[in-house]
């Protein structure tokens, strides 16, 4: 049996698109159909009787022109044994099979990764959320164009797709270990969304997935470094910028939620304004006391007329002008940094400024607030955090409580430390 494969010029669509039809020559008997493939002639190799490399999928489509043949030889075989003549209506089928009851189509993992969102937006989780859960799938639609694999189905999520995957977020796009464990973490819980909620069956058993996360020391600032931010000479564009950040390590507050801060969130407690809210990364309702210093700058910006109490740009911004402003305030004491390159650890000095960032402001608040006596439970409430381990985390960051703790035991109590902080740049409330 033979098998060619023609463009038929002669039926050229209005696109300019012609059909490719398949001829089988079998025991003097003949089959031409049409493959439902079109081209333009450009696009056509009649010599070698397939698609060209300027057709886009050009692999895809020639690949079906070789699965034709073997389809129609299968066909012929399959006759043959059985005893039956091969007829060009019945080779046909190998072609255009008999249409059956039609079954949904499976859906790709992409497919499968966008429907996990909707139930999360469904099921009321906050918007960066959703936003993490978005990257994480975008890296997976990328790694799949990286591949040139047209379509990842669920199944072929197995552990050997996973190692390729992480290869190329640590290797390809130089991603470090913790964002590495970010999208993983998240691809994680969709996978096990789908095996326990509603039972799919995996291509890797997830505890072989391994997700680890590298603890990264937080940078924090010191009650001098706050009084050379709050003195330091600067321009008047950086002022709302310092002002929005001053005000943050005096409340603890990240920069989505003093973003959103209105009068309706100002309370009155004991002769005393203090702030209320449910904070937009967690869903958590916090109270926060209002220091003589933050309401210094709530007053500073007061006006009826503002519809937010404080004017925040967006944090991309805030964070530029925040390296600036720690420029100019002189906080340039170097501070070791690591990162993993292609497996090795690289150290290197950067003056402080380099690390200031929003979030820099919740750290400083949680160990200033730890070192003026505020207990860690106190402090858990008004940070928002779900889990005490949380908060504890800042104490480990805190050398003076470990130097304390060292010197009490095997010195007995010191008579002539100095204060662990001097001043009231950030005095924060104690315990009830």
């Not at 139930?119 to 591949?147: I, M, P, S």
């Not at 009068?263 to 220091?291: C, D, E, F, S």
Request: net charge positive.
């Amino acid at each position: 049996m033979k098998v060619t494969f023609t463009l038929r010029e002669d039926k050229t669509d209005r696109a300019g698109l012609a059909p490719v039809f398949v001829c089988a020559s079998f025991d003097g008997l003949r089959l031409q159909t049409t493959t439902k493939e079109k081209c333009r002639p450009a696009d056509w190799n009649r010599d070698k009787q397939q698609f060209r490399r300027s057709l886009p999928g050009y692999q895809d489509a020639n690949a079906y022109l070789d699965n034709l043949t073997l389809r129609l030889q299968a066909r012929y075989r399959e006759l043959s044994a059985a005893g039956t003549a091969p007829t060009p209506a019945l080779m046909r089928e190998a072609v255009h099979p008999v249409a059956e009851v039609a079954r949904p189509a499976e859906p790709t993992l992409l497919e499968l990764f966008d429907q996990y969102r909707e139930v999360l937006r469904g099921r009321g989780f906050a918007f960066n959320t959703l936003r993490h859960y978005g990257t994480a799938r975008n890296w997976l639609q990328k790694f799949e164009q990286d591949r040139n694999k047209k379509t990842v189905y669920l199944a072929d999520y197995t552990l050997a797709y996973h190692d390729a995957f992480i290869h190329f977020l640590r290797l390809k796009h130089g991603l470090g270990p913790n964002g590495i464990f970010t999208i993983l973490k998240d691809v994680k819980t969709f996978l096990r969304h789908l095996q326990r909620e509603r039972g799919l069956p995996l291509g890797l058993a997830l505890d072989r997935m391994q997700v680890r996360w590298t603890e990264a020391p937080k940078h924090f600032l010191s009650a001098a470094d706050l009084t050379a931010l709050a003195a330091a000479p600067i321009p008047d564009t950086l002022v709302p910028v310092r002002d929005v950040f001053l005000f943050c390590c005096y409340t603890g507050l990240r920069c989505s939620d003093v973003q959103q801060l209105q009068p309706a969130n100002l309370h009155t407690w004991n002769g005393h304004r203090i702030l209320k809210l449910v904070q937009i990364k967690t869903r958590r309702p916090v109270g926060i006391y209002l220091t003589a210093a933050a309401e210094a700058i709530l007053d500073k910006y007061a006006n009826t007329e503002r519809l937010r109490l404080l004017p925040v740009y967006v944090n991309q911004v805030m964070n530029r002008g925040l390296k600036r402003l720690g420029q100019l305030a002189g906080l340039t004491t170097p501070v070791e940094t690591m990162e993993v390159v292609n497996g090795q650890a690289l150290k290197k000095s950067v003056p402080a400024y380099e690390l200031l960032t929003m979030h820099t402001a919740r750290h400083t608040f949680a160990t200033q607030s730890l070192l003026r006596g505020v207990s860690p439970a106190v402090l858990q409430r008004v940070m928002g955090h779900s889990k005490l381990q949380t908060t504890m985390h800042y104490a480990k960051m805190v050398e003076d409580f470990q130097h304390q703790a060292i010197q009490l035991a095997w010195d007995g109590p010191s008579t002539t430390a100095a204060p662990l902080v001097s001043g009231e740049v950030c005095v924060a409330a104690t315990a009830a």
